[in-house]
């Protein structure tokens, strides 16, 4: 078993959950980051300042797969949710032990 964990845009979260449950996984957890990466943010102006906005928000997905899955459903994320630029789709693999 392995724990995928993904980082993408908020945008891409619909597609990725219809894509995760064409592939037959039903349970993903989600949650809302914030990030501050290479990816500069945008100015604002309040009141007549300009303010830097430099952290993005970003959604979190979580899912445990099989071995056998793991490579379909990175491809599957990369494919919906990527966009070619490498901070909207980055993901992680780590190895999972156990669950209780």
Do not use: W
Request: hydrophobic share 45%; charged share 35%; glycine share 6%.
């Amino acid at each position: 078993m392995k724990l995928i964990e993904a980082i993408i845009r908020p945008n891409n979260l619909d597609e990725v959950k219809v894509a995760m449950q064409k592939l037959g996984i039903e349970e993903l957890m989600e949650s809302e980051i914030i990030s501050h990466g290479s990816k500069k943010g945008e100015t604002i102006s309040y009141r007549g300042a300009e303010f830097a906005i430099d952290f993005m928000k970003k959604i979190k997905v979580e899912i445990v797969a099989a071995d056998d899955l793991v490579a379909k459903v990175v491809k599957t994320i990369r494919d919906v949710a990527g966009t070619g630029r490498k901070e909207d789709c980055r993901i992680f693999i780590l190895s999972f032990i156990e669950a209780y």
